[in-house]
């Protein structure tokens, strides 16, 4: 019930307490009667502020056009009555007040008893279109579980129980709906009440659900690493056992935290750290691959220098010492010595190509 409903039927139920008071009518001695009159003043004037309050409400708030002119023209009788026990106050007449006043009161007290009447019956409709909104609310929530819960059994979740709980829940509101039509609101407060319940449940099944397979992706996907990990430390054990110690450390550890996330029931963040794990490793399988070709380029170089050395000793050996350098940059990781290095030994290559023609012969063993 809103702010203004709960002051009017504070009003009404005020109105109608002071109704029954006023039938009540003592014997008073005439020595009591000047007090007398200063009370039914008093009472008079409340009743009459009571009045104006009343007839704003069944101007603003009564929709029933029939029934608000009947209310209307009670309030303005009841108004009429007031103001003549007034003036009959003022006679000195203080029996002929009081029955004017009950009189004035009786006729506040059918106004008010009609529109508490109103105003419960108000209540009963807003409650009851509330308590529809709900259904409809928990309705599309349904449909949204079930979507949910299609998707998860794609993926091969079992979600027997998740659709069991959705089609009971639902059941349950289109009884809800039913009860309304027939202004049961008792019974479909309590079905959709159960209604909830079941959502609730329902929701807890499908997150349980999405758990299960977010652990199951993670343990696959990890195992994947570990596969994975496990070729690029072979390939780089070739080429640097340096280097593929260095990686198998930082896999190792890679793999060990992650499956504590895993046992910690941590599946989305496991998730997130092996992908990140994969993108590091990408990184490592490019440098394999530049690391291949500098081994490539230094074994070129290595054979050269033996071709060449029984006609070009000196330049045979700037080739060995050149590649020998290459590897150790590789092995040390330092790119632009690498670059560097490589450069360098092409051109030497190139020079090479030319070393044991006539005319270029250096450096006779």
């Known amino acids: 019930m809103n702010g203004m409903h709960r002051k009017t039927l504070g009003l009404v139920l005020l109105l109608l307490l002071v109704a029954s008071l006023a039938g009540v009518a003592p014997v008073v001695s005439a020595q009591q009667a000047s007090t007398e009159q200063e009370r039914l003043q008093r009472h008079i004037s409340f009743l009459l502020n009571q009045t104006a309050r009343l007839e704003n409400f069944v101007n603003s708030r009564v929709s029933n056009a029939t029934l ?37 009161s009786a006729e506040l007290r059918s ?17 009851a279109h509330l308590l529809e909104v709900e259904i409809r609310v928990l309705q599309n929530q349904l ?40 202004n049961n609101m008792a019974q479909a407060s309590q079905l959709v ?11 807890r099944s499908i997150w349980s659900l999405a758990v299960q397979l977010r652990s199951k992706r993670a343990e696959k996907d990890l195992e994947l690493f570990a596969n994975a990990s496990r070729k690029v430390y072979e390939r780089l054990l070739k080429v640097s056992p340096g280097l593929a110690a260095q990686f198998k450390n930082w896999s190792d550890a890679r793999i060990s935290e992650i499956k504590k996330l895993i046992s910690e029931g941590k599946h989305v963040a496991a998730l997130e750290e092996i992908r990140k794990s994969f993108h590091r490793m990408g990184w490592v399988v490019a440098g394999l691959a530049e690391l291949g070709r500098v081994e490539a380029l230094a074994r070129e170089g290595e054979r050269v ?43 030497l290559l190139v020079e090479a190509r030319f070393a044991c023609r006539p005319g270029h012969r250096k450096g006779k063993p």
């Open 305 to 347: 220098a033996s071709v060449i050395k029984v006609c070009n000793a000196t330049l045979a050996g700037e080739i060995s010492k050149v590649a020998a350098q290459l590897r150790d940059a590789a092995s040390k990781r330092d790119l632009q010595k690498v670059r560097e290095l490589s450069a360098q030994l092409r051109d």
């Open 111 to 127: 106004v008010a008893l009609q529109l508490y009447k109103e105003i419960r019956e108000r209540e009963k409709l807003r409650a």
């Open 193 to 203: 009440e159960q209604a909830r319940l079941k959502v609730k449940e329902a929701e």
């Open 143 to 182: 449909r949204a579980l079930r979507n949910v819960a299609s998707r998860l059994g794609s993926l091969g979740a079992d979600t027997s129980n998740v659709t069991r709980l959705i089609d009971e829940a639902s059941s349950l509101l289109d009884q809800a709906l039913n009860s309304l039509k027939q």
């Open 68 to 104: 608000k002119e009947l209310l209307l023209q009670q309030i303005s009788t009841a108004r009429s009555t007031l103001q003549q026990a007034l003036q009959t106050l003022q006679s000195g007449d203080v029996n002929g007040t009081k029955e004017l006043v009950r009189e004035a």
